[in-house]
């Protein structure tokens, strides 16, 4: 595969992964001082990257579209710079209590929407 196609299917992923990202970040949840929304989609990436991977093993999905779903769009749409600093800030304001449990719950969340991800498929 060229160079410029696969180039072209992980910008066209990233935009659209991007998108779902800010549109979920958009969403208004009451007033708390835990980052819900970076949390969901994060968890939503990894349950989506978990069934792209095990549809691609299934079907022999073309290259330029895997490109396209988990290195574009799921890398676009999961945020781990946005929740390093969230957890930081966290941190930073002596809240230990959220910040464990944000880390916590981002990390085995993740994992677990892998996991049940690739049993969807």
Same mark, same amino acid.
């Given at each position: 595969?060229? *160079? ?7 910008? #066209?992923? /990233?935009?659209?992964?991007? &998108? $779902?990202? %800010?549109? &979920?970040? =958009? #969403? @208004? ?9 970076? *949390? #969901? ?11 792209? #991977?095990?549809? !691609? ?5 073309? @290259? =330029?579209? $895997?490109? *396209?779903?988990?290195?574009? +769009?799921? /890398?676009? &749409?999961?945020? +781990?710079?946005? +929740?390093?600093? =969230? !957890?930081?800030?966290?941190? =930073?304001? /002596?809240?230990?209590?959220? !910040? /464990?449990? %944000?880390? +916590? $719950?981002?990390? !085995? ?5 892998? %996991?049940?991800? $690739?049993?969807?498929?």
């Amino acid at each position: 595969m060229k *160079l410029f196609i696969k180039c072209l299917a992980v910008g #066209i992923g /990233g935009f659209l992964g991007s &998108l $779902l990202r %800010y549109l &979920l970040s =958009e #969403i @208004p949840i009451k007033q708390i001082n835990y980052p819900v929304n970076t *949390l #969901i989609t994060n968890i939503i990436g990894a349950v989506i990257i978990g069934m792209v #991977i095990s549809y !691609a093993d299934k079907t022999g999905m073309r @290259p =330029e579209k $895997l490109l *396209l779903l988990k290195t574009g +769009f799921c /890398g676009g &749409l999961t945020t +781990f710079s946005t +929740f390093s600093y =969230e !957890a930081f800030s966290l941190i =930073e304001k /002596g809240e230990f209590l959220s !910040a /464990g449990s %944000y880390i +916590f $719950l981002s990390i !085995a969340c993740s994992i677990a929407g892998v %996991y049940l991800g $690739l049993r969807m498929v």
